[in-house]
């Protein structure tokens, strides 16, 4: 397999399912593409994403493009990795919840791009506050659901599509406890942080950066 992403400090849409790809176990190559750049969309092309855009997924003859097309496909790839779980009702929100992410929070996603690198204090604008707001009670409910530590107990493609979000409240100073979170929330949001894939992910993006 080979997964075409975009650079690894600002490609929140990479990240995903990057993590879900990485915890199947199975080997990959990875094709790296520098985006925010006049020549970026060719570049993806030329690299085999269909879309132009980042992330794909290469298995054989086949190209997968879309982030959650990419877990999805993942998850029926390499059942044994259970990258969603056995549960119904857990999986349906699970999906539900990453849906979510996947076309919302558009606010928070202008105001504070994903960027590993940067550290400081944004003064959130209402429209972000209020998808702060959603995050912690969403983040909240399925926790109180599943029993933790993650979102639907065992780690899933959920989490692997809101550690990009986590990286935005550490990024910006978001505090949690400002938006009702009572501590679960920020909680979760620190272990989806020191996971080792994640934690393999930004030692890349911030060698990348520096070089």
């Known amino acids: 397999m080979e997964i075409i992403i975009g650079d690894k400090a600002w490609s929140s849409w990479s ?7 990485r915890r199947t176990g199975a080997p990959f190559t990875e094709t ?8 970026s969309r060719e570049a993806i092309l030329a690299a085999g994403s269909p879309s132009g855009t980042v992330p794909a997924l290469k298995d054989g003859d086949l190209t997968i493009w879309d982030s959650l097309a990419i877990c999805e496909y993942l998850a029926e790839t390499f059942p044994d990795a259970k990258l969603w779980p056995a549960d119904r009702a857990l999986r349906a929100l699970g999906r539900s919840a ?13 105001q504070c791009p994903m960027d590993l690198s940067v550290r400081t204090k944004a ?9 702060v707001r959603r ?3 969403l983040w909240s409910d399925l926790l109180t659901r599943s029993g933790g530590p993650f979102l639907l107990g065992a780690w899933s493609i959920a989490d692997a599509f809101f550690t990009p979000v986590a990286t935005r409240f550490r990024s910006y100073g978001v505090l949690l406890s400002d938006y009702g979170d009572t501590g679960a929330a920020g909680a979760y949001s620190e272990r989806l942080l020191e996971t080792p894939e994640f934690l393999e992910w930004e030692k890349a993006a911030l060698a990348d950066k520096a070089a």
């Open 32 to 39: 790296l593409v520098h985006i925010h750049r006049l020549e």
């Open 98 to 110: 990453a849906a979510e992410m996947h076309s919302g929070f558009h606010s928070l996603r202008g």
């Open 135 to 137: 995050i912690v009670v």
């Open 15 to 21: 990240m995903r399912p990057w993590l879900a790809l």
């Open 123 to 131: 003064e959130l604008v209402e429209a972000t506050a209020a998808d």
